[in-house]
């Protein structure tokens, strides 16, 4: 490999410049050194001529002065970052890093405290698993007192909270009792028993939620019986946030974290604009041809019907619940979000497929995101969009 040119940051010329002033301040030329004392001394070391070195050498202990020297003609040499990938299943879906890191042992070391980091959340976030602090949380409902919670549950809560009032409840973290009847239904191929879903939906309502800081930590009630939460459609969007700071906090500059169809990119692959991403195209014919962006620091996620959804007595519906009918959503859609961070994208992917594209639409510039939505609401297919989403489509924006 050709090694790439030798060049000091300006700040160590900026030192090295101070100390060969001070040097001569403190070891003036002696009277028979010869010549003229050296008039650019503070002018970059590695521009200083041989014999104006020599004059300087009269003047400087050895010792020092082959420290100059050194810092004048030397040249450290970095290793080139390589790319690395790993992928581990993680939360039930596939997580996938890229990134480039010049030493192989630290990326793999980094990889793996992104791995335990996902797992914990997994511990506190999940409503798969009983013990889990949020399934915990969820079966003492309703709370009388204020319920300690990490840090991690009280950010995903309150960026849920936000959310859900900006959304008017098409996103809703509480429809836990009805996702879990939803889930029964896919596998059956068959619609819930409407008084166990009456029963359900009274126990769902995201302003039941109560959420406070005291001390500087976070503290919740839920203030309905039976309530269960389901972070299905946040937590991920966490996790990628989460993840990609432990690869900041390894000092990896340039990745990518993809969960499923959501990720968290930072800055680019050495020598490119943007990491290059397709988005996925509607299932249905003559719908538009896939998209792609450039993303850099930023995150993208996306919600639909497209790879999860189930058939029953003829009617198409998605995985994702609506919390006013308590079934899957109807409305066969694509929604891609582009934002800052992942977990902000993802709880608001949500809200345009619960709550329709003008919904969607309406709420994005609240959070500063870009939205796309590509949907067949009857026989005819609708793209709607934010005005600066096709930003993210140039190469340079």
């Not at 991690?152 to 879990?180: I, N």
């Not at 879903?197 to 976070?218: I, P, S, T």
């Not at 959503?329 to 594209?357: E, N």
Request: charged letters at 25%; a neutral charge; one cysteine or more.
């Amino acid at each position: 490999m050709e090694r790439p040119p030798c060049e000091a940051p300006v700040e160590r010329r900026g030192r090295r410049r101070e100390t060969v002033d001070q040097a001569l301040a403190l070891h003036p030329p002696h009277p028979n050194a010869g010549g003229t004392p050296a008039t650019t001394a503070g002018e970059d070391a590695r521009a200083t001529p041989r014999h104006s070195l020599a004059r300087v050498a009269a003047t400087i202990p050895a010792a020092f002065l082959a420290l100059v020297i050194l810092l004048a003609t030397g040249c450290v040499h970095h290793p080139a970052p390589q790319r690395h990938e790993f992928v581990s299943l993680q939360m039930a879906i596939p997580f996938r890093l890229v990134f480039y890191d010049a030493d192989a042992v630290h990326a793999t070391n980094a990889a793996n405290a992104v791995w335990n980091r996902i797992s914990q959340l997994n511990d506190r976030l999940s409503d798969y698993d009983a013990e889990s602090e949020l399934s915990r949380f969820s079966a003492g409902s309703p709370h009388t007192d204020w319920v300690p919670l990490s840090d991690d549950l009280g950010r995903v809560l309150a960026t849920a909270e936000r959310v859900s009032a900006a959304s008017d409840g098409a996103f809703d973290v509480t429809v836990g009792p009805l996702t879990q009847l939803w889930r029964r239904a896919r596998r059956q191929h068959q619609l819930p028993d409407p008084d166990r879903l009456a029963e359900a939906r009274a126990a769902v309502g995201w302003n039941a939620v109560r959420l406070r800081k005291h001390d500087g930590h976070y503290e919740g009630r839920l203030l309905k019986p039976g309530m269960k939460l389901d972070l299905g459609g946040i937590a991920k969007g966490y996790a990628l946030d989460a993840a990609t700071d432990i690869l900041r906090r390894h000092g990896i500059r340039s990745s990518l974290v993809a969960g499923a169809g959501d990720m968290v990119a930072t800055e680019p692959p050495p020598g490119q604009p943007g990491w290059k991403v397709e988005i996925g195209a509607l299932d249905v014919a003559g719908a538009p041809a896939p998209r792609v962006v450039w993303l850099r620091n930023a995150s993208l996620c996306t919600s639909g019907d497209v790879f999860q959804h189930v058939e029953i007595d003829g009617v198409r519906y998605s995985h994702i619940v609506d919390p006013r009918t308590g079934l899957g959503v109807t409305d066969h859609a694509l929604v891609t979000v582009i934002g800052r961070d992942g977990m902000t994208t993802d709880a608001l992917s949500k809200v345009a497929s619960v709550g329709g594209p003008d919904r969607g639409l309406a709420v994005a510039p609240r959070f500063g995101v870009e939205m796309l939505v590509v949907r067949r609401p009857r026989e005819t297919i609708e793209i709607r969009e934010t005005p600066g989403f096709r930003r993210w489509e140039r190469p340079w924006h």
